[in-house]
C-alpha cells in the first residue's frame, strides 16, 4: 500500500522560507512522478510544482517560478519543495501526490496523480 506522508508546514511571515517534506512508503520511489499542490480557503485545489521520476524535468506555476523549487532524494523516498520568498497569497493546505503511471499525461493537473498526501498547512502572515 503506498503512502504519502507531508511534512514542514507551519505559520511564518512574508519572506521567510519553508521546506515540505514528503515521505513516500509502499513502493520504489525512483518510480513515481511527483507533484506539489496547494488548496487556499475557499478555492479549489491548484498545480504547483511537478517532477519527473528521473527528476530531469520539472515545472512550476507562474506564481511560484523564482521562489519554489521541487527535488526529490530517491535515496531517502522523499519529495521536497523549498519555498522560498513566501507571499501571504501562498496560504493553503499542500498536497504532494505520486503518478504511478510509466508516462506522465497529466502532471499539472489533479487526475494526472493516483496517490496523495493528507496535506500539510502553510500559513503566511503580512
Known amino acids: 500500500q503506498v503512502q504519502l506522508v507531508e511534512s514542514g508546514g507551519g505559520l511564518v511571515q512574508a519572506g521567510d522560507s519553508l521546506r515540505l517534506s514528503c515521505a513516500i512508503s509502499?513502493?520504489?520511489?525512483?518510480?513515481?512522478?511527483m507533484g506539489w499542490f496547494r488548496q487556499a480557503p475557499g478555492k479549489e485545489r491548484e498545480f504547483v510544482a511537478r517532477?519527473?521520476?528521473?527528476?530531469?524535468?520539472?515545472s512550476y506555476v507562474d506564481s511560484v517560478k523564482g521562489r519554489f523549487t521541487i527535488s526529490k532524494d530517491n535515496a531517502k523516498n522523499t519529495l521536497y519543495l523549498q519555498m522560498n520568498s513566501l507571499k501571504p497569497e501562498d496560504t493553503a493546505v499542500y498536497f504532494c501526490a505520486a503518478d504511478s503511471n510509466y508516462y506522465s499525461l497529466y502532471p499539472e493537473r489533479q487526475n494526472g496523480y493516483n496517490y496523495w498526501g493528507q496535506g500539510t498547512q502553510v500559513t503566511v502572515s503580512s
Open positions: 509502499g513502493r520504489t520511489f525512483s518510480s513515481f512522478h
Open positions: 517532477i519527473s521520476r528521473n527528476g530531469v524535468s520539472t
